[in-house]
């Protein structure tokens, strides 16, 4: 009996030596911090690591994680200078620097941070308006930041960045907004156009410029190569009939081959002969009735000499009735035609 009891007694001695080993044994991770009081007083702060405390006398309060924390904050109502009701979403970036000002200064660090947050953004957004708020988050986020470290350094906290994640103003003032940047994006689309009309039409304006003057001066060099072509000719012309020497009976018939053309043209209602033409036509006869000179065998044969003749006097007739025609015609017209007849064509044998 009295063994068992010695030996429950060794149990229990045994199990209350590994529980107070166990609870003077800490180990803290690595970023982060657990403070200390000992007899209900602060004592200390365990840093990373293995630590001993004394059990029953020193009580160790939970971690305290001393890396960069990101906390974001749902959306506040914010009333801007111009009476604009807008919810603004933020985000902090903040540290714990001292685990005893953390836990001792404050009772929920947290919590303050996100009221003295709000607190900060409606009065620094108070003193805008709208437009300077969707404008001056850079402004507002150096505000914020400045404010919230000056507050929270006596807590042990460093604020190391404070973002706007959205400021959403009202419905209706979001479909001004977009009407506004609609209008905007016409009002350059059509500035756009137009100064690519303008330019389009400059450059067809130049274009039409250039072939106007290449035109020109391909009719300039056309119109001066067709002068020289004519100057050419007429003095080939010129100079042939000098080299020729034509009588007035060639001269004659040619001008009576030129008249009838005169008359052809749809629009010849009134044209006039000169007295000169009567003279042709005289010369015209003469030349045709005036004895050719025979040839040998012409003089042998008699019938072609006959035939001859014959030939001479059809063509003196013809060349008469040709000057009757015309002036039937120029009589038509209505045209004098004093002068026109031609003298009657004597047969010189």
Known sequence: MEATAFLIAGVIV??????????????????RARNVERLGRYHRTLKPGLSVV?????????????????VSFKPQPVITEDNLVVEIDTVLYFQVTDPRAAFYEIANFLQAVEQLTVTTLRNVVGSMDLEKTLTSRDTINSQLRGVLDEATGKWG???????????????????????????????????????????????????????????????????????????????????????????????????????????????????????????????????FTEALPQSPATRENPSTDEGAAQAANDTAQAAEAAAQALADAARANGVPTEGMRPAPVTEDR
């Open 14 to 31: 045994a199990l209350l030596a590994v529980f107070t080993v166990v609870r003077a044994v800490r180990i803290v991770p690595q970023a």
């Open 54 to 70: 004394i059990p029953y006398i020193d009580r160790v309060y939970p971690v305290i994680d001393l890396r960069e924390q990101v």
């Open 157 to 287: 906290l460093r604020v190391n960045r404070v973002e706007i994640k959205a400021i959403d103003p009202p419905q209706s003032i979001k479909d001004a907004m977009q009407k506004q940047m609609r209008a905007e994006r016409d009002k350059r689309a059509a500035i756009l156009g137009a100064e690519g009309q303008r330019q389009s039409q400059i450059l067809t304006a130049e274009g039409d410029k250039q072939a106007a003057v290449l035109r020109a001066e391909g009719n300039r060099t056309a119109e001066i190569l067709k002068a020289e072509g004519q100057s050419r000719a007429i003095d080939e012309v010129f100079q042939a009939v000098h080299r020729n020497d034509p009588d007035p009976k060639l001269l004659a018939y040619q001008y009576l081959q030129v008249l009838p053309q005169l008359a052809q043209g749809s629009g010849s209602t009134f044209w006039v002969i000169p007295s000169e033409v009567t003279s042709a036509l005289q010369g015209v006869s003469r030349a």
